[in-house]
């Protein structure tokens, strides 16, 4: 059973376009909302994460939207650029820390067209 | 810190042989995660370790799959006998208190 769900699985974008990805859970205990972003050939690598105490977390370009009652947080990437082209993972785990199990979501391969 | 190394890279080989993959995690880190990555089921928890010791074990898909960390700076999994299934990318991580999981460059399994 997938513990989140992410979508789309694929997601084209023109250069300087707003990327946009989302995911779903449904377990009340997560607590913790990591997206890692991953390159052909390397391990996945943290983004950005936020808790659910907040509803948005910027940094840089990317921003977290976090909805607590619908259980579903989203990936926004502003001004989306060529060096964006990677897959990415939304993820969950629980017991309010950075440590521990993490749930990940199938992932979004997301190209960025010059 | 150099990060998480994993090794081989790369490993192929025939069903019915054994295959051990390694891994050094950050040092200082004290949970030491193994993922399994395919198309078909994305990346999935095999086993994870607090202080060396294993804590869930329950993403091991089957006895044929084995993983132990007799130290804090070395971990191995191993599938015995190995099968065109198992071919994957299996990652490693390691995290510490307070800090992100960190992930290895991963070990491409080719089962032929």
């Known amino acids: 059973q997938q513990q989140v769900k992410q979508s789309p699985q694929s997601l084209i974008v023109q250069k300087g376009g707003i990327s946009i990805i989302n995911c779903a859970y449904e377990n009340t205990a997560f607590d913790y909302f990591p997206w890692y972003q991953q390159f052909p050939g390397k391990g996945p690598a943290l983004l950005i994460a936020?808790?659910?105490?907040?509803s948005e977390k910027k940094e840089g370009r990317f921003t977290i939207s976090f909805n607590k009652s619908a259980k579903q947080f989203s990936l926004h990437i502003m001004d989306s650029q060529p060096g964006d082209s990677a897959t990415y993972f939304c993820?969950?785990?629980?017991?309010?820390?950075?440590?521990?199990?993490?749930?990940f979501g199938r992932g979004t391969q997301l190209t960025v067209w010059p | 810190d150099a990060g998480v190394i994993q090794s081989p890279r790369h490993e192929v080989t025939e069903m019915g042989q054994e295959v051990t993959l390694r891994c050094k995690p950050i040092?200082?880190?004290?949970?030491l995660f193994w993922y399994r990555q395919t198309m078909m089921r994305g990346l999935e928890l095999l086993i994870y370790?607090?202080?060396?010791?294993?804590?869930?074990d329950s993403g091991m898909p089957e006895d044929r799959f084995s993983a132990k960390m007799p130290n804090a700076s070395f971990s191995t999994l191993k599938i015995q006998p190995s099968e065109p299934r198992d071919s994957a990318v299996y990652f490693c991580a390691s995290s510490g208190q307070g800090s992100r999981a960190f992930f290895g460059q991963g070990t491409r399994l080719t089962v032929v």
């Open positions: 040092s200082g880190h004290d949970y």
């Open positions: 370790f607090n202080n060396n010791v294993p804590i869930d």
């Open positions: 993820a969950a785990s629980k017991g309010g820390s950075t440590l521990g199990r993490l749930y």
């Open positions: 936020i808790r659910p105490d907040v």
